[in-house]
């Protein structure tokens, strides 16, 4: 049985605050679909390839997090219009340099490409993990977490030594960190609902009302530009 829904800790909207750089614009999956481009096929990953999907990062069922030996994030996509990202960042405070904030976010889903090469992500709502930690605030258990997101294009390219480079390219198209191609065979946990999660009718807001009852403006309010962001339920 789960616990009653609770409401994430005033740390967690401020760590969210944070995530400009690797969030994107809430979006359901585009009408206006196109086929996927097989160049953005695989599992790739920022800087020295620490964050990766697949095993290793999340298990959902248990609700726990391996940290990486390093940040960044990492994405895959699979042909057949499967996603899966993980994401570890750290967080500084200049008044309080001891107080660092780190965050390990897991989520998959179905993904399509419309015409104008935006990549809209949709996750399953039941399985998306966060763990938010920091040493002077209380403890917080890993919630769950809900975001759709979008990506106003992409670039692909070859770097010097061979490697294909894949850059997303945020909803106000700004581009991303660029993420290198460690498998062209996509690496993740599985599709479909994984975990026993709460069902997508339970996932409520952070201030508690349906996440549908909120239009995009009034989440670029309460989250800055984590729009749709959603996280429920203490675990």
């Known amino acids: 049985m789960l616990p009653a829904l609770t409401h994430p800790s005033p740390l967690l909207f401020l760590l969210l605050l944070t995530f400009s750089p690797l969030t994107a614009k809430a979006q359901q999956l585009s009408s206006n679909v196109t086929d996927i481009p097989s160049a953005i096929l695989g599992t790739w990953s920022t800087g020295t390839g620490a964050v990766r999907t697949g095993p290793g990062f999340c298990n959902p069922v248990t609700s726990t997090f391996t940290v990486p030996a390093a940040t960044g994030f990492s994405y ?47 996750p399953e709502p039941a399985d998306g993990r966060i763990n938010v930690t920091n040493p002077c605030e209380a403890p917080l258990a890993v919630q769950y977490y809900y975001q759709t997101e979008k990506f106003a294009g992409f670039a692909t390219s070859i770097n010097s030594s061979g490697t294909p480079i894949l850059t997303l390219n945020r909803f106000d198209g700004a581009p991303l960190q660029p993420m290198f191609l460690i498998s062209r065979t996509p690496i993740i946990l599985g599709t479909g609902i994984i975990s026993s999660g709460i069902p997508s009718s339970q996932v409520v807001s952070p201030t508690g009302t349906s996440a549908a009852g909120r239009s995009r403006a009034e989440w670029g309010m309460i989250l800055g530009i984590c729009v749709g962001a959603v996280m429920v339920a203490v675990i």
Not at 93 to 104: D, E, I, K, R, V
């Open 76 to 122: 895959s996509f699979t042909a057949d219009g499967y996603f899966e990202e993980a994401i570890y960042t750290i967080s500084t405070n200049a008044t309080y340099p001891g107080c660092l904030t780190t965050a390990l976010i897991w989520q998959h889903g179905k993904f399509s490409v419309d015409s104008s090469n935006n990549i809209n992500l949709l």
